[in-house]
């Protein structure tokens, strides 16, 4: 217990040394996925439909300077996540939430006195989805991967001590993969696409 009080004081006396600027986030997301269903019935096409939706993000990161115009952004984002399926012959929507904790590592680039580009990578992590949502029939098993890594590019613009952020978000990894005991009757390899607005309060 104290190597761990220990480690954290050390950690929170290195941010503050090293770190010149610390931010708190808040915005929206827009969620969905991108990727190749198939299927040998056409009803299945026919009768599904799938789209994007509104969740929101909160979080920090903390600004570590290394030359005038170029810095490290580094923090964590919980975000919600949502996503929309539609039966259409039913006129049903079923509605997927997922929670995700995100480590973003990310390259600042200043191009005016008010205005940055960044572009990194996300670490993201699933911390809670609705049970049932993605999983393989036939053998039960989840169908949604727990984890995915992604890469970011993004426009900050400053207004005093808030700036707008604007991100675009496109991930690696099949977060979805599900296929029936004969991938030749249905086989579904989704990736995660997400646009980003938001808030960054800079605390002094």
Known sequence: MKKISLFF???????????????????INYFYLSGDIYSSTDTFSNNFNSSGDYGFQVGYNI?????????????QEFSQRNFK????????????????????????????????LNTGFLLDYLLHKQKLTYFDPDTLEPG?????????????????????????????????????????????NSKSRMLKLGLAYQIE
């Open 144 to 188: 949604l991967l727990n984890y995915d890594f992604a890469f970011n590019v993004g426009f900050r613009q400053r207004f005093k001590a808030i700036e707008v952020c604007l991100e675009w978000t496109i991930g690696f990894l099949d977060i979805i993969s599900l296929e029936s005991e004969n991938p030749n009757l249905y086989k579904e």
């Open 85 to 116: 399926n539609v039966h259409i012959e039913e006129e049903s929507i079923k509605e997927s939430r997922f929670i995700y904790l995100s480590t973003p590592i990310l390259l600042n680039y200043k191009i005016t006195p008010k205005s940055t």
């Open 9 to 27: 004081l050390v950690l929170i006396s290195s941010i503050q040394l090293y770190s010149q600027k610390v931010h708190i986030l808040s915005g």
């Open 63 to 75: 600004e570590f300077l290394i030359k005038k115009n170029i810095s490290l952004l580094l923090g």
